[in-house]
C-alpha cells in the first residue's frame, strides 16, 4: 500500500508564492506516474500538472505558466511550485501516484489566497 502526504499550503496573500510537496512511501516511487490536482468549494477536482516516472511534464492550460511540477526521486517526493497566486488558486490540493500497484491520492493540504 503506497501513502501519500501532502504539505505546504497554508495562507497566502495574492500574488505569492507556495511551495507544495509530497511525500511517498514504498518502492516504486520512481517507476510511478505524479500529478497534482486540486478541488475548489462546490467544483470538480481538476488536474493541474503532471510528471512521469520519465520526468515528462504536462500543465493544465489554464495555469498559465505559473506553477511548476517536479520530482526527487531520492526522496520520494514530488513538488509543485506555485507562483504568482490568485484567489481563484484558493482549494484543497491533492497529490496522486499512479503505479504498478494502482492509484493513491494524499489527503490534501488547503491553499487559501486573500486579495
Known amino acids: 500500500q503506497v501513502q501519500l502526504a501532502e504539505s505546504g499550503g497554508g495562507l497566502v496573500q495574492a500574488g505569492g508564492s507556495l511551495r507544495l510537496s509530497c511525500a511517498a512511501s514504498?518502492?516504486?516511487?520512481?517507476?510511478?506516474?505524479m500529478a497534482w490536482y486540486r478541488q475548489a468549494p462546490g467544483k470538480q477536482r481538476e488536474l493541474l500538472a503532471g510528471?512521469?516516472?520519465?520526468?515528462?511534464?504536462n500543465y493544465a492550460d489554464s495555469l498559465k505558466g505559473r506553477f511548476t511540477i517536479s520530482r526527487d526521486n531520492a526522496q520520494n517526493t514530488v513538488y509543485l511550485q506555485m507562483n504568482n497566486l490568485e484567489p481563484e488558486d484558493t482549494a484543497v490540493y491533492y497529490c496522486?501516484?499512479?503505479?504498478?500497484?494502482?492509484?493513491?491520492w494524499g489527503q490534501g493540504t488547503q491553499v487559501t489566497v486573500s486579495s
Open positions: 496522486n501516484l499512479r503505479g504498478i500497484q494502482g492509484e493513491f
Open positions: 514504498g518502492s516504486i516511487f520512481m517507476i510511478s506516474d
Open positions: 510528471i512521469s516516472s520519465g520526468g515528462k511534464r
